[in-house]
T-cell receptor, first 113, second 114 residues
Framework: AQSVTQPDIHITVSEGASLELRCNYS??????LFWYVQSPGQGLQLLLK??????LVQGIKGFEAEFKRSQSSFNLRKPSVHWSDAAEYFC???????????FGPGTRLSVLP | DAGVIQSPRHEVTEMGQEVTLRCKPI?????LFWYRQTMMRGLELLIY????????DSGMPEDRFSAKMPNASFSTLKIQPSEPRDSAVYFC????????????FGPGTRLTVL
C-alpha cells in the first residue's frame, strides 16, 4: 500500500538559515508527489508538485524539492527561511487520477527571530 | 475564482445530534475529496467522488458517516449521530481529473462535538 513518511515531527530553524524537510514515500507505480503548506487555522496550499521530467522542481515562496527515485524521497528545501514560513508542511503522494492520495503526518516548522 | 467553499466554518454540537457539512467545489472540477484532520491521526482521506460518483469510501470511519454529491457543484458530509471523537477539522478539496492532479483545498470546517 502507498504511504508517506516525514521523519521530523517538528523542526526549529533561525530566520535566514537554510531548511530541508524530509519526505519518503512508498508507491507501487509512478508517483505524483506534492508538498503542501498549512498555516495555523488555514487550509492547505500547494507549494510544488512533481510528475515527470526534471527531478528538481521549483515552487512558490522560494521552495524547491528534489525527486530521488533510488531513495524514494522528495525532500523540500529553501535556502533562506523567513519568519512567515512557520507552518505545517505536508508531503503527499497520489496516482494520476486522484486515486490513492495519501498525506504524510506533517512537519511543523518553527522559525526563530 | 472563489475557490472551494465550505460551510459552516465552525460547528459546535452535542453528542447524538446530526451534523451536516457542506462543500462547493471549484467550477469545472470533476473530482471532490473529503478529508478529516486531527492531532492524533493527521490528515485522512475519507471519501472521494469523480463526476459525482463515489469512487473510494474506504476511509469513512463507520456507518455514522455518509457523503453525497447530488450534482457537480455541491457535496455534503453527514454524521449521524455525532460523537465527541468526531471532533476534528474537515476539509473538502477538488480537482480536475486528468489534469495535473493538484487538489485545491477549502478552508475547512472545525467541528466540536460536546
Amino acid at each position: 500500500a502507498q504511504s508517506v513518511t516525514q521523519p521530523d515531527i517538528h523542526i526549529t530553524v533561525s530566520e535566514g538559515a537554510s531548511l530541508e524537510l524530509r519526505c519518503n514515500y512508498s508507491y507501487g507505480a509512478t508517483p505524483y508527489l506534492f508538498w503542501y503548506v498549512q498555516s495555523p487555522g488555514q487550509g492547505l496550499q500547494l507549494l510544488l508538485k512533481y510528475f515527470s521530467g526534471d527531478t528538481l522542481v521549483q515552487g512558490i515562496k522560494g521552495f524547491e524539492a528534489e525527486f530521488k527515485r533510488s531513495q524514494s524521497s522528495f525532500n523540500l528545501r529553501k535556502p533562506s527561511v523567513h519568519w512567515s514560513d512557520a507552518a505545517e508542511y505536508f508531503c503527499a503522494v497520489g496516482g494520476n487520477y486522484g486515486q490513492n492520495f495519501v498525506f504524510g503526518p506533517g512537519t511543523r516548522l518553527s522559525v526563530l527571530p | 475564482d472563489a475557490g472551494v467553499i465550505q460551510s459552516p466554518r465552525h460547528e459546535v454540537t452535542e453528542m447524538g445530534q446530526e451534523v451536516t457539512l457542506r462543500c462547493k467545489p471549484i467550477s469545472g472540477h470533476n473530482s471532490l475529496f473529503w478529508y478529516r484532520q486531527t492531532m492524533m491521526r493527521g490528515l485522512e482521506l475519507l471519501i472521494y467522488f469523480n463526476n459525482n460518483v463515489p469512487i473510494d469510501d474506504s476511509g469513512m470511519p463507520e456507518d455514522r458517516f455518509s457523503a453525497k454529491m447530488p450534482n457537480a457543484s455541491f457535496s455534503t458530509l453527514k454524521i449521524q449521530p455525532s460523537e465527541p471523537r468526531d471532533s476534528a477539522v474537515y476539509f473538502c478539496a477538488s480537482n480536475r481529473q486528468g489534469s495535473d492532479n493538484e487538489q485545491f483545498f477549502g478552508p475547512g470546517t472545525r467541528l466540536t462535538v460536546l
